[in-house]
């Protein structure tokens, strides 16, 4: 089933639609925001269902609106974190010089998020910016200390993620510094340390560099997140077609290990990486420079639908 969030008719509602087409409101008596209703468990989407059975069989019954008579919100508002997968994609193993033997991810906060068909901010002072097509997780119950055979039960859903990302922001809060070590053999002195180390707070977290939607989609809709096709185009042209069998930590995999560090919580969202194999026509998504180029951008995930997003200037 396909649930949004979007804002008609003066209000903020969440919905289901058949087709992506037609958005039947749940109503006031159900939950009001996607978390509301992903916490309400087996009852809450009982009365999903039990709409969705009335609008199949008489459409005119249930309140609802046209795609383009709405305004898009991300399908999670508001969610305690959007953990993201930091180079996830085995197709670019050569890549990586050196790195963990384990998944390592970054956390970007609720304010980075925006929906559907919403703008890209770009500043003149964000240097190049680029976009990170990615499958998203929906965490549907809490997970903490979970094993893998179990991960697929804390799933509520499935989204798309345009990882906005600035180069040039990641690049100005990079330090070279000494980092302090105690010294081997002997706690009680210090060793000096060469080290380079980057802060993700602005070149991943500036306002409207999580784009998310157009909606979710219910796990059963899904039936192996790891054989989904993902591309990206930028004004109509393709960038990037990839598919998430090209991830190299798998959903399971990745969710045992997050939640041993941290408690994932009904609504939080998990990025699984971008997707990052070259189109047939040559080129990659690090060349679309979105603060140059402009806009729109958009991504497909097989299954789920498409994410569009434009750029907007901000001087």
Not at 13 to 34: C, E, K, N, V
Not at 41 to 58: C, E, K, L, P
Not at 64 to 78: E, K
Not at 168 to 175: A, L, P, Q, S, W
Request: charged share 20%.
């Amino acid at each position: 089933m396909k649930l949004a969030s979007f804002h008609a008719q003066g209000r903020d509602r969440i919905g289901f639609s058949f087709d992506g087409d037609r958005w039947f409101d749940l109503g006031t008596d159900a939950p009001r925001t996607m978390i509301d209703l992903i916490e309400g468990g087996a009852d809450a989407m009982a009365q999903v269902h039990a709409a969705a059975n009335i609008a199949a069989t008489d459409p005119d019954g249930v309140t609802s609106f046209m795609a383009d008579a709405m305004t898009w919100r991300p399908p999670v508002r508001r969610p305690t974190k959007l953990c993201c997968l930091a180079l996830n994609n085995s197709a670019n193993a050569d890549r990586i010089m050196r790195g963990p033997k384990h998944p390592a991810m970054f956390i970007k906060p609720a304010s980075s998020l925006v929906g559907h068909e919403g703008a890209i901010e770009c500043r003149p002072e964000y240097g190049r910016v680029h976009p990170e097509p990615e499958l998203a997780i929906i965490i549907g119950k809490t997970a903490k200390n979970i094993h893998a055979a179990d991960a697929f039960e804390h799933i509520f859903g499935y989204t798309i993620h345009n990882d906005i990302t600035s180069p040039t922001m990641r690049e100005e809060d990079t330090f070279h510094y000494r980092a302090i070590h105690p010294k081997q053999g002997d706690a009680s002195e210090i060793d000096y340390v060469d080290t380079w180390t980057s802060y993700s707070g602005r070149y991943k977290g500036a306002d409207t560099f999580a784009c998310l939607g157009p909606w979710l989609v219910t796990r059963d809709e899904i039936a192996d997140p790891h054989d989904l096709d993902v591309a990206c185009h930028h004004q109509g042209r393709l960038v990037t077609e990839d598919n998430t069998a090209n991830l190299f930590y798998k959903t399971a995999d990745v969710l045992a290990f997050l939640s041993t560090y941290m408690t994932l919580l009904p609504g939080d969202i998990v990025s699984m990486g971008t997707a990052l194999k070259k189109s047939a026509g040559g080129g990659a998504v690090q060349n679309v420079d979105l603060n140059k180029m402009g806009g729109p951008v958009s991504v497909t995930i097989e299954g789920i639908g498409t994410l569009t997003n434009h750029v907007l200037h901000v001087a």
